[in-house]
């Protein structure tokens, strides 16, 4: 096992040589025998060991362990404690997931605080194969299905491609001690029964198991790459990025006949799951939408809109009067002048300042505004007829801007002036409103 462990990170993780390494220890044989190697070869390593307190005299039992080894070795070794059911409590998680977030927040801290490069974890290829099956089971995608990744970002995994029985046979044959997890002999957690019951099945059904499943995971993870290669490709060709926002144009979607696949690929990293609304979007009457917690999907036209969800902005901004300049929450520049320009734009408006009242406001349109758009004789409109028949998506609405003297109106900003306000050939004092 040493000399294929130096071959596979001579091979695939030459970057570790030379380079401070921070190897998660629990005591356990896979990260004993994980130190025993990469001490053996000659690493930089610290180790860290989490207490995490749910086994009480046998939780701290390994923890003297991992520092009597590390004081004997002469190994920096950082140790810390949680309180990790109170924090599978307070955040309604389970208790692995809570572990999980404690022990990796807190490898992140170290490898920053003390300028480590690499965290080590001991995964193997057993590992692997339970993550495999606990996906296969839920119900994946083909990223599901590839095993546990040998990188990402500063997370390593030397061992990925050794079996359990490779490292009891390394650990018996080195005589190198550990400390047995009394949790791991149960089946109350899924990976303890597949480690417990399927894997030793799958095994006996093909004794050379090991091969064939690290060929069936080569094979998927080559499938993977050219997935999210075409991925990227499309991607450039039918989406377009705009400020926060993803443009698909649906019309060049639809022409692709696996547009699904395309959509789940873009789709689910961010946390959308419900497939059948969102492939369904693509048919839909425009404003029908599909959200996630952090993201929303609208059907706008001949499009589908990505874009983060945020906390509509409900505040009321004043401007003084005789303010020249404002840039929250929008960028305006206010100048007195002598006469009216020729036409009023989206970004410029003249306005009669005798007839507004200040400070004036800014704030976002709610339900029932309406006002008196430029050019339209005083006749009032509700400002969401005029969103509709502008043909605002459901963002722009949330996006724009109106300028109020007390309840009424003035401007749209950027879009229409009302014309109760505007200046005249014969207004005397003219105020020029314009977007920065």
């Not at 030379?18 to 896979?30: E, H, P, R, Y």
């Not at 044959?173 to 109350?188: G, L, P």
């Not at 002048?337 to 300042?353: E, L, P, S």
Request: proline content about 3%; overall charge neutral; charged content about 25%.
């Amino acid at each position: 096992m040493l000399s294929g462990l130096t071959k596979h990170i001579d091979k695939n993780l030459n970057f570790l040589h030379g380079k401070k390494l921070l190897l998660a220890v629990s005591g356990g044989i896979d990260s004993m025998v994980l130190v025993h190697l990469l001490k053996i070869l000659g690493h930089d390593i610290y180790l860290a060991h989490c207490n995490f307190g749910l086994r009480g005299k046998e939780s701290d039992g390994d923890e003297n362990f991992v520092r009597q080894y590390a004081s004997d070795n002469e190994i920096h070794v950082f140790v810390t404690h949680f309180d990790t059911n109170a924090l599978a409590t307070d955040t309604k998680v389970s208790i692995q997931i809570a572990a999980r977030q404690l022990r990796y927040a807190w490898f992140e801290e170290l490898l920053t605080a003390h300028k480590l490069d690499y965290l080590i974890t001991a995964h193997h290829l057993d590992d692997s194969a339970e993550t495999f099956l606990i996906n296969f089971t839920r119900g994946t995608g083909l990223e599901g299905l590839t095993g546990i990744p040998k990188q990402n970002g500063k997370i390593v995994r030397p061992l990925l491609p050794f079996s359990r029985s490779e490292i009891e046979a390394y650990a018996e044959e080195n005589n190198i001690e550990w400390r047995e997890d009394s949790s791991n002999a149960s089946d109350k957690y899924l990976r303890n029964k597949l480690r417990h019951h399927v894997l030793p099945l799958l095994k006996e059904l093909n004794p050379s198991f090991s091969g064939s499943f690290t060929n069936t995971l080569q094979h998927l993870q080559q499938a993977q790459t050219l997935v999210a290669d075409a991925t990227v490709l499309v991607y450039q060709q039918v989406v377009t990025e705009f400020d926060n926002r993803k443009i698909i144009n649906l019309n060049q979607l639809l022409r692709l006949p696996n547009y699904e696949a395309y959509l789940y690929q873009w789709l689910s990293p961010l946390g959308f799951t419900a497939w059948d609304d969102i492939y369904g979007l693509v048919h839909a009457q425009s404003g029908k939408r599909v959200l996630t917690d952090a993201y929303r999907l609208l059907k706008d036209r001949e499009t589908l809109m990505l874009e983060p969800i945020t906390d509509s902005d409900t505040s009321i901004y004043e401007i003084p009067e005789n303010t020249e300049k404002t840039t929250i929450p929008i960028g305006l520049c206010l100048q007195n002048v002598a006469k009216k320009g020729d036409i009023d734009t989206k970004n410029v408006i003249f306005v009669n300042k005798a007839v507004i009242k200040f400070p004036l406001f800014v704030r976002r349109w709610r339900d029932g505004d309406y006002f008196c758009p430029k050019g339209m004789q005083g006749n009032k409109k509700k400002v969401s007829k005029f969103f509709k028949d502008e043909k605002f998506s459901l963002a722009d609405k949330e996006q724009t801007w109106l300028l109020c003297s007390g309840e009424d109106i003035v401007w749209i900003i950027g879009h229409r002036a009302d014309e109760r306000f505007a200046a005249t050939p014969q207004t005397t004092q003219i105020l020029k409103i314009e977007v920065l």
